[in-house]
């Protein structure tokens, strides 16, 4: 994925710290895949990917299957999916290893789609609670005082 040119493609997403700083901006979530994206600001350069797996999917070659197929996914999209300027970060989610490939590149197409429509969610704080959500704390204050 190194940038031989100007139409050569995507290039790839390396640091630790850009894939955090994709993390902080919008996303999209599909029963496959979930895309994040950000724009770099200021920067008309190509756009960056990087591809992903947490443990939590499988082991290695579940992980590194994923990853694969994610990889030839977003390798067969039209080039006008991927933005000039913004990062794109793709998870995969448990499915994605063993999902039929045609639904995989449909709904990362359709993740894109959304996101370039400004139809994506804007991801929460790290750390930050979801509404109405208590802590554990709380919880154990109030488990004392029901009836």
Known sequence: MKNAGPDAGPEKLRRR????????????????????????????????????????????????????????????????????????????????AQGPFSQLKRQTARALEKLRAGEGYLARARGAKRAGAKSAKSRKQNKGERP
């Open 17 to 96: 710290g850009d894939f955090l700083a994709t993390a902080r901006g919008v996303f999209r979530a599909m029963p496959l895949i979930v895309v994040q994206m950000r724009e770099r600001g200021g920067d008309g350069g190509p756009p960056r990917v990087g591809f992903t797996a947490t443990k939590r999917i499988g082991n290695a070659v579940i992980r590194n299957r994923a990853r694969r197929r994610m990889r030839e996914a977003v390798r067969a999209m039209p080039d006008d999916l991927l933005l000039a300027g913004h990062d794109y970060v793709f998870i995969a989610r448990e499915d994605t």
